[in-house]
């Protein structure tokens, strides 16, 4: 029995779309920028996939097997949970609202009483990394919950596991999530950010948790559930999609943990479609302006490719793509509108040029067509 495997590195863009001038990224290129200012970057085995042939990576030449393409988005903004739903099918005509100036007081008024806090602190755009130690010792000191969002479409909470528990800061983003958040203020995703330290040397945990809102129409997770396939999400799939049409949910911390249970579930499934995120190089490297840290994350992933390749049978395939861009190159430590690299293999197949994409939608399509469940997802497949 056949699987099929897509593996998403988040953040890992290869040039700026078309359109990349509205969302001011214009010269951002993750991928490309990273391998300029390292001079030079080597991932054998994806480059044997093809993605030295769609992103400049070195001047290496190495024999291809795998298809290779990019991929362009059609869906409204650059956010993860829009370019999930579009890989998955679901293109998103309107864009998810973002807050430039903060969230407007009727927001933060309603959040603070239904959660029967006292006040809450930050209410700007800022960077996760910045901001608990701009406002870590306030916090501490008031025990009010750092509220602040970025270019993307999100409502996020830091706060100190020592001052609000885990669980309460759960159930704050829930409240937030289902009462708060919503109509025309829906943003993609509340997100819970825990952190520990003390004053000059506050640390996020890997306690993170999303909280999205469902997709607004089939994806292929659905159809295929629905079609008796075993759908395994892991990782930040399962938030992206609010668990919706997944039979198996692994939620990881880790791009280590991650690539483990894409090679343990691998192994052991049939019939399944398998859908990981891998989200080390967004989080930690991306948004945090590190291509050094960016890098090694590339290459500890592409250590692991070639063995998980090597355990495939003939009637599996892997499709490895990504979201969007995250260029830590940039001054800018937000996602950018970027092409994202299409890297098909199925053993023994010959490898092809799979050219320029008009939609992220594409892989859902192909993972349609192997399965043979008919769907109306957008796109068009390029199955071998």
């Not at 290496?60 to 370019?83: A, H, I, L, Y």
């Not at 270019?151 to 159930?171: G, K, N, T, W």
């Not at 950018?336 to 053993?347: A, H, I, M, N």
């Amino acid at each position: 029995m056949k699987k099929a495997v897509v593996i998403v590195l988040d953040g890992v863009g290869i040039g700026n779309a078309p359109d990349a001038k509205l969302y001011n990224d214009e010269g951002s290129n993750t991928l490309g920028n990273i391998a300029k200012t390292l001079n030079g970057i080597e991932l054998q085995n994806l480059e044997k996939l093809g993605l030295g042939k769609v992103v400049e990576l070195n001047s290496f030449e190495r024999e291809v097997v795998g298809c290779f393409g990019k991929m362009k988005e059609v869906s409204k903004g650059k956010d993860s949970t829009t370019g999930h739903w579009e890989l998955g099918g679901l293109i998103s005509e309107k864009q998810f609202p973002v807050y430039p100036n903060g969230f407007p007081e009727e927001i933060i008024e309603k959040f603070i009483r239904l959660n029967n806090l006292k006040g809450i602190l930050g209410n700007k755009p800022a960077s996760g990394t910045e901001i608990i130690q701009e406002l870590g010792e306030e916090h501490i000191r008031t025990g009010y919950p750092i509220v602040y969002t970025s270019a993307d479409s999100v409502f996020q909470i830091a706060a100190h596991e020592e001052v609000i528990p885990l669980e309460r800061l759960y159930e704050i983003c829930k409240i937030a999530r289902k009462k708060v958040l919503t109509g025309k203020h829906s943003v993609g995703r509340v997100i819970a950010r825990p952190f520990i330290g003390k004053n000059g040397n506050y640390q996020r945990t890997p306690n993170r948790k999303d909280y999205s809102i469902d997709p607004t129409g089939d994806t292929i997770l659905d159809l295929l559930l629905r079609a008796g396939i075993n759908t395994i999400a892991i990782g930040k799939i399962n938030d992206l999609f609010n668990y919706r049409g997944i039979k198996e949910q692994i939620l990881t911390k880790s791009n280590a943990e991650g690539m483990k249970y894409i090679y343990e579930k691998s192994k052991i499934e049939e019939n399944s479609f398998i859908f990981a995120n891998l989200v080390d190089f967004d989080v930690y490297y991306g948004h945090r302006n590190d291509p050094d840290g960016f890098y090694k994350a590339l290459k500890e992933f592409d250590e692991f490719l070639g063995e998980f390749l090597e355990s495939l049978s003939t009637t599996d395939q892997v499709i490895i793509t990504a979201d969007h861009g995250n260029d830590p190159t940039t001054p800018s430590t937000d996602h950018s509108r970027e092409y994202v690299p299409v890297l098909y293999y199925s053993k023994g197949k010959k490898g092809k040029n799979l050219g320029i994409r008009k939609t992220f939608a594409d892989v859902a399509k192909t993972a349609a067509d192997f399965f043979g469940v008919k769907n109306q997802l957008q796109g068009e497949s390029f199955k071998i």
